[in-house]
């Protein structure tokens, strides 16, 4: 019996090793393109979609959020989007990523996320805003599923600040100060 306990703690162990991204402090992040739709663009009134890559996230400090396409995923990170809000870090040297999981959101949902996606592009034209239909970003990083996932990068595209999960008011303070820190 012992044995079977045993087997059974390891196994839920692996299986949650196995499931945590795949991101690190000091490295790039692993590469990876979004075609199935892409990042959105705004022209006039009406939203495009272009290929999406990984690389090419340089040139700027940046903060990544990656969520599943779900408002609980959004929610899970707002305080840090009003702090960014509230820093109005400069535009030629900052952007916010948002890369929202299409294949991870509720069954029967999916217009409208797409929907909530091109509505927030409008809204915030200068954020970078990647509509991912198949889940493609959450695989390549093996990201938590219904979750959202914070990134901080340097303007030369290397992590500086991970984690997955609702961050702490510490946290968020932690993100800013990196932030500002970077963009010097």
């Known amino acids: ?3 079977i306990k045993t087997l059974a703690l390891a196994t839920a162990l692996i299986s949650t090793f196995a499931s ?8 790039a992040l ?13 022209n006039g009134d009406k939203i495009g979609y272009e290929t999406w890559d990984s690389a090419n996230l340089t040139g700027k400090v940046r903060i990544i959020q990656a969520i599943a ?7 899970m990170n707002a305080p840090l989007i009003e ?3 509230v820093a109005g870090f400069p535009r030629d040297k900052y952007q916010t990523t948002t890369i929202i999981n299409q294949d991870d959101a509720i069954w029967g949902t999916g217009g409208f996320v797409k929907s909530s996606a091109a509505d927030s592009k409008k809204e915030f034209s200068w954020s970078s805003i990647v509509l991912d239909e198949n889940g493609t970003v959450a695989d390549a990083w093996r990201l938590q599923d219904e979750s959202s996932a914070i990134v901080v990068l340097d303007n030369e595209g290397t992590v500086r ?8 008011e510490a946290e968020i303070t932690q993100v800013i100060d990196l932030v500002n820190k970077l963009m010097k």
Do not use: D, I, Y
């Open 69 to 75: 396409g779900r408002s609980s995923a959004k929610e």
């Open 1 to 3: 019996m012992r044995r």
């Open 161 to 168: 600040f991970v984690k997955e999960g609702a961050l702490s």
């Open 83 to 85: 702090a960014v809000k």
């Open 20 to 27: 945590a991204h795949n991101l690190s402090n000091g490295q």
């Open 30 to 42: 692993p590469s990876v393109s979004v075609e199935k739709h892409g990042e959105l663009t705004l």
